[in-house]
Structures are given as C-alpha cells and as structure tokens.
C-alpha cells in the first residue's frame, strides 16, 4: 500500500477496539498522521495497542490523551460517548477536529452539543459502515475500511472545513464517503443494520428456549448458519444501539411486523399471488442490494451471492488486442424493444402472459422491476422464461417510492405514456446518464392530452405524472420520426377518451403496435398513421422474443470486417423497421444472407449469416435513418473500415442517446487514426488504417461494443472505458465475442 503525507500531525483515537485499532492500523499503513495516541479506560487495550505499534502513545486520562491533537476520533460504545466527551473536552486545542464512528447520530449529536460546548461547531458526526463478529484491539485490521462507505452527518452549524478534512481523510483510507441527515441515517441504519441484528438475537434466543433446542441446531441447515450469523455479533455494543436508537429501531420493527403479517394472511389464505408477488419482489430487491454493495451490475448480482467476487468489476475496462476473425454460430440476446414492451403489455393484460427469450439486460430488468414496484406479480427471469401475472388496464398500485428507470430512455418515455392515466401520482427517475436525456418530446404532447407531467431542469429527469387526469383522444404530427414518443403516446391511449392517432415523417419500429394487436387490441394503421381508441382490453399471450437485430449488428460488422469470417446469427428479428443495418451494410458490399425466415409472435425472424467481405462508402440513404438509428456507432466502424468515404446526414437523434454518440464516436475514430468530419446531422468517415488508442466510451454500452469490434482491424491494442453499461443490453458479450475469436480482455 502506497503511503500518502500525513494529513494530520497528531491524532487521538478514544476507545482502541475494533473500530479504533482499525482506523489507527489504516493511518499507520498509509502514512496519514504524525503522532497517534490512544485514550482508554484500559491500561490492558493501551499496553496492547503499543505493542501492535498500533500507536505511539497511550493515556487513560481522556484530556490528556486529546492534548495537543488535530484530529479526535470518538470510537467508543454509544452510551458510553456523553461520558467520553465529556473527560476530553477541557483537552482540545482550539483547532482540534472532532469526529466519531457511532453507528447512531441523534443522541451522539445531542451529547456532543451539551459537552463541547463552543468546540460544537468543530465536531463531524461520522459513522463507518465496517464491522466484523469479532471485536477488541486485536481484531485491528488496516484494511477494514477500504471499498466501505462511510456516513457523515454534519449540521448546519458545523464547520465546512472540518467536514471537508473528514471527508480528505476516510477517503484517502479507501472509504466511499456520503453525506445525509442524523434523523435519515438513524432511520436508514435502522431499517438494515439494526432491525437484521435484532431478527438474528430475536430468532435464535427463541429457538434456544425450546426443549428440543439440540435437536433444532442440530440439524439446522446452511440457510439457518447464515442468516443467523449476525447473532455472534457483541451483545452490550447492540444493546447500547437498541437504546440509542429507540425509536427508529420500534418504527423499523412495526414495518417487519405488517409485512410478517401480509406473509402469514398469504399463506392462511393460500393467495399464492401474493406469496409470489412478496417472494419475487424480495429476490430482485436483494439483487438491487448487491448491486449497490458491490458497485457493478444488478444483471450480474442476480447470479452471485459471492460479494468478492464482483468487487473488481466496479468498473471495467475493456482491452482489445489487434486482429483476428469472428468464425462460428452465436444466439445474441433477446430483442431489448420486445423484452420491453413484453412485461408492459403483460402486465396490463387481464391473465398470465408467458414470455421466452426475454433479455436479461439491466434496461430491460428496470422494467420489470418497476412492474413489480407497482404490484404485479412477475416469476423470473429464469434462463429468459418470464412469468407475467396480468393486472389489467387499471390494475396497478402506487409504489409507494420513486420507479428507477437505471439506463434505460425507453423505460422512461413509454413509462411515461403509460402511467399518465393512472389514478396514482408516480416519479421516474434515472442514473446520471439517463437524467441528462430529453423528456419534453413526450411530456409535451402528453400534456395536450390532459395528462400533468412535470420534468426537471431543461426538461430532463426526474419525470414526476400526478395521477387522476382524465386524458382525451387526439392527433399528433411527430416532428421528428421517434418510436419512443409514438409509443408512448399510443400507450397513453389505451386510458384515453375517445382515438388517439400518431403520424410519423418517417417509418419507425413498430413492435407497440403489432404486439398490441397480439394481445387482442385493435390498432389502426393507415400508411404513416397509428391509432387506438381508448377503453378496451389487452388479453394475455405466449410471447418468443426474437435476438435482437441491435446487439447482432456488432457480429454483423465484426464478421464484415475481419478476413476469413463465418458467422451464423439464429432466430434474429428482422421487423422491416430494424432492418436498416442489413441493407446499409449490403449498400456497403457486405456478404448477408437471410436464412430460415419466418414468423414468430407476429414478429418476423430468420438466421443471419455474415462473411467477411471487401467494404466500400457510400452516402447513406435518408430513408434508411430511422430504420438503424441504434445501430449506427457499429455502421461508423464499419465505415472506417471500407475504401472510400461513408457519408451520414439526418442523424440528429443520435446526439441524445446514452451520450452524443456522432460525437463521442468522431472522437474515437479520431484517436485510432481515422480521417473524418463532424456534421451537426450527421458524419463523413473515411476509411483506412486503424490504429491503437484509449477510448471513452462515455457510459454508453453501443459506444463500448463497436469499438471492442474495431479491433479486428486495428493495428495495436484499444482500451476502452467505462464499460460496466454493456450489461444493459448485451450481458455475456465479452465471453460471446471470445468464444468467436475476439482478443478481448476484460480488466
């Protein structure tokens, strides 16, 4: 571990048991103080703590001990805390720090205010979320606290700058560092930490006073072991926060106990809808929780439960080694559209809709897990197999909380048109890439209709819908050809009075509406013309997702470019309105074959096969725009692959994607030596040699893929940035593209 200048000259670190010994261990390592001195009631922990070389100096005088200190870190028992601040105060200098690692911020604040004094305004409530079973100085572990959060709760009468030297301070130590009110931590920590630990002391004291306890343990299972694992944890440390934390923890076990009484009304009654709805909306909840724990996919935590084993895939970065070719039979995942729109039909149709290949991808799942926030019953996904217990058209319920909607723009916009003739009020919200997304081009229209849509800051997320409008048939003209916005305007027709018809300047795709049609509701379809007429019912169906045409285009490319290529891509969508990516590259000169074509749903699919082929430019036909808009940063690599100039106009759309990806994408072409020219609407690329180069992919998973792609043909390594996002629409892309023979690394 590298060692950093000493950020304070001296710091006093009161109470020298787990948390302390930890901290001074982790200051010790880093080379972060000068001086550390301890201060306990116990010679014993003292005279241990010396010989670990833990610290220098050690004083059961707490004044004493905190003389002449920078830094105070207050990591005694709870309770104990008023009686701690008090023995210190008269030793701090007037610059002294103040901060504390007690697990509840209500009475440590309170205690603090009534000993310190005029030295308040210097006291950092702080809480590290660490911990072990095992306690004491010699449980001291300097790595305790790194990839751990810790939560600060300063006031507004505390000093920013002493914040901002905790803050320096736990983050140079590795910890993530978040800020948020006393009374929202004590309730938070309440809810997760405290009210667990109780249920595991509540649960094993009760079976241990049965009379055949023995025979319980005994043949108790590991399912048992772990949950109760927590129950070794120390009895007077959590005794200390039952008390302190009173009220919180009494308001924590008041939830636990309506929802224990929803569990056993379920099973009394056999409602074995509810049993699901409680038992699946839990499962996805733990996987959220793990997600978050982990910093990395839900996608991949949903197939875990080893924490460690994702704690290196915060952030991944991929790296591409030059050449090779794509040779074999690969299934892309199921249609990202489909797998959409799949739950939002299903959902609102009256009866169980089965659905198959539905695709794993975190878009897709932040559907699904805003349908189970509103209370319908959703089994898996499961090997791609959906379960979708149908509420009908005004079935849904209030989530209670706001629908987070991740990366996923089409989340969002056909949410949006569906939930405007809800009779509840409902807040979208999203990750930082989707909350810089335009929202207007549906809020607006949706407002002609009666509906009460608010955005955020320059129309952007959060997308807060009152609910109880009464919404009235309308036309609309797009002013721009957006599936999104059709969508969601034909959606918010189903809960409208009287047709509700959408004319688009261009064909889009069209999956809303042949899907409506296949869950038994008419749609009216006159050349650029769609309507509905509100008041109907959708009727629950078996549902096969095609592979998605989107994700295939990266094999499409890949298999184009790269020399001595034979790639078959089975039972991919091929709707008239995706196919533009097929009929630009075959413009190009690439060799695709459509094989086994069919029909599937309602939805037209067939077997893609791609070789490698020489490639040419050529000016993209305006007509074929709209019909391979997400596909386009994969047809600008396959530009700067062909002889000649590729030219692009009418593109607008792409600037408000995941990123502005004409932009993001000239600039990594850019970097690997390609000759081109940014057009407002638009892009000329060259084709020639590609070079090496780190790329950002700017958060945007179709940004990341094409460039991995674009190392076929490159003539040294590309590293590629910020790659996590790939999993919302092609998680197991990395394994899939190196079982075909891509040298891609992922670090």
Not at 45 to 52: F, K, V, Y
Not at 119 to 142: C, L, M, N, Q, Y
Not at 301 to 309: G, Q, Y
Request: charged share 20%.
């Amino acid at each position: 571990m590298s060692r950093g200048a000493p950020l304070f000259r001296r710091v006093a670190i009161i109470g020298l048991g787990l948390i302390g010994g930890s901290f001074a261990a982790a200051l010790r390592e880093r080379g972060l103080a000068g001086t550390l001195v301890a201060g306990s009631r116990s010679a014993r922990t003292l005279e241990q703590g010396l010989a670990m070389g833990l610290i220098d100096e050690g004083s059961q005088d707490l004044a004493l001990a905190v003389r002449g200190a920078d830094l105070v870190l207050l990591s005694t028992p709870v309770s104990a805390m008023e009686r701690s601040l008090a023995a210190l105060a008269p030793g701090l200098s007037e610059r002294a720090i103040v901060t504390d690692g007690g697990s509840v911020k209500g009475s440590v604040i309170a205690a603090a205010r009534r000993t310190l004094g005029d030295h308040f305004p210097r006291f950092v409530p702080g809480h590290p979320i660490a911990g072990k079973e095992t306690s004491g100085v010699a449980a001291a572990d300097a790595g305790l606290y790194q990839d751990h959060r810790v939560i600060l709760t300063p006031l507004a009468q505390t000093d920013p700058a002493a914040t901002r030297a905790v803050r320096e301070l736990w983050t140079a130590l590795g910890s993530e560092v978040l800020e948020m009110t006393p009374e929202h931590h004590d309730r938070v920590l309440a809810e997760t930490s405290h009210l667990p630990h109780l249920l595991a002391f509540s649960l094993v004291d009760t079976l241990a006073r049965q009379g055949d306890s023995t025979e319980i343990f005994r043949y108790a299972a590991g399912g048992f072991r772990d949950f109760t694992r927590i129950a070794s944890s120390d009895p007077v440390m959590w005794h200390d926060i039952f008390q302190e934390n009173r009220q919180a923890v009494l308001d924590a076990l008041a939830l636990f106990r309506d929802g224990i009484d929803g569990f056993r009304d379920a099973i009394e009654a056999g409602d074995s809808d509810a049993l699901m709805g409680i038992m699946t909306r839990a499962n996805t909840a733990r996987a959220h929780f793990l997600a978050l724990n982990a910093r990395t996919s839900y996608t991949r935590a949903r197939h875990s439960d080893n924490e460690s084993s994702m704690s290196d895939q915060h952030d991944p970065t991929f790296v591409v080694q030059p050449g090779g070719s794509l040779r074999g039979r690969a299934r892309v995942p199921g249609d990202k559209s489909i797998s959409h729109r799949s739950i939002m039909l299903g959902a609102l149709a009256d009866g169980v809709t089965e659905v198959e290949g539905f695709l794993e991808g975190e878009d897709a799942l932040a559907t699904l897990q805003a349908f189970r926030d509103m209370g319908v019953v959703i089994e898996g996904p499961h090997n791609g197999k959906v379960t979708v217990h149908g509420v009908g058209l005004d079935g849904l319920k209030e989530p209670g909380k706001p629908l987070y909607m991740g990366n996923s723009g089409t989340s969002m916009r056909l949410l949006t048109g569906l939930l405007a003739g809800q009779a509840f009020d409902v807040t979208l919200t999203g990750d930082a890439s989707l909350s810089k997304r335009p929202m207007e081009r549906v809020a607006k229209p949706l407002r002609e209709m009666g509906a009460s849509i608010q955005t955020g800051d320059g129309g952007r997320p959060p997308v807060r819908i009152r609910g109880g409008q009464t919404l009235k048939g309308f036309h609309y003209d797009l002013p721009m050809a957006s599936a999104q916005v059709k969508s969601a305007l034909l959606l918010a027709g189903l809960y409208a009075q009287g047709e509700t018809s959408v004319t688009e300047p261009a064909p889009t795709r069209d999956h809303t509406e042949r899907m409506l049609t296949g869950f038994g509701y008419p749609v009216r379809s006159e050349g650029p013309l769609r309507a509905v007429t509100g008041g109907g019912a959708l009727r629950a169906c078996h549902l096969e997702v095609p592979a998605d045409i989107s994700s295939a285009a990266f094999l499409l490319v890949g298999a184009s470019i790269a020399a001595d290529s034979d790639v078959l891509l089975p039972h991919v969508g091929i709707n008239p309105t995706r196919t533009g990516v097929i009929d630009i590259l075959r413009l190009m000169g690439a060799d695709i074959t459509l094989e086994n074509q069919r029909d599937s749903g309602g939805e037209p699919v067939a077997d893609l096969r791609v070789r490698s082929a020489p490639l040419k430019g050529i000016e993209i036909p305006a007509e074929l725009v709209p019909l391979a808009i997400d596909e386009f940063p994969a047809i600008f690599v396959a530009a700067a692959c062909a002889e000649g100039d590729t030219v692009l106009h009418g593109a607008e759309e792409l600037r408000v994607k995941e990123s502005d990806r004409i932009q993001v994408m000239a600039d990594g072409l850019s970097a690997l030596g390609v000759d081109l020219e940014v057009f407002e609407d638009g892009i000329r690329i060259t084709g020639g040699a590609l070079g090496g180069a780190e790329v950002e992919s700017h958060d945007d998973h179709r940004i990341a893929m094409s460039f991995a792609i674009a190392g076929l043909r490159a003539t040294a390594p590309i590293t590629i940035r910020h790659c996590a996002t790939v999993a919302t629409s092609f998680p197991g892309f990395a394994d899939l593209m190196r079982s075909l023979g891509l040298g891609l690394e992922v670090r």
